[in-house]
């Protein structure tokens, strides 16, 4: 069973910056598809990115594109989320999910395993 534990999250000021972790164990295939996806009070949760294991192809959401980085440390199983200019809208819970083997497009539907999430919280 894959487990996904985020870290990371905190305050920042508007313009800013935050770099979140996420330490992933129990993987059994070759290569995942992993994201970083937000929920913020009241609304649903929404896409940031996805990044392939093996290419390292990524995708981001077009909210996020230009300020968010993601990349991952396939010798330590570890997902990161680097955020730059950050707004008072990236306020949100943010969870790192994983599938195995592929990436298809940027869809938390797609996704079988969660983290249990890491606060971020832009001040304006």
């Known amino acids: 069973q894959v487990q996904l534990v985020e870290s990371g999250g905190g305050s920042a000021q508007a313009g800013g910056s935050l770099r979140l972790s996420c330490a992933a164990s129990g993987y059994t295939a070759s290569t995942y598809c992993m994201g970083w996806f937000r929920q913020a009070p009241g609304k649903e949760r929404e896409e940031v990115a996805q990044i392939h294991t093996g290419t390292g192809s990524a995708v981001y959401a077009d909210s996020v594109k230009g300020r968010f980085t993601i990349s991952r440390d396939n010798a330590k199983n570890t997902l990161y989320l680097q955020m730059n200019s950050l707004k008072p809208e990236d306020t949100a819970m943010y969870y790192c999910?994983?599938?195995?083997?592929?990436?298809?497009?940027?869809?938390?539907?797609?996704?079988?395993?969660w983290g249990q999430g890491t606060q971020v919280t832009v001040s304006s």
């Open positions: 999910a994983a599938r195995p083997l592929f990436c298809y497009s940027l869809n938390r539907f797609t996704y079988n395993y």
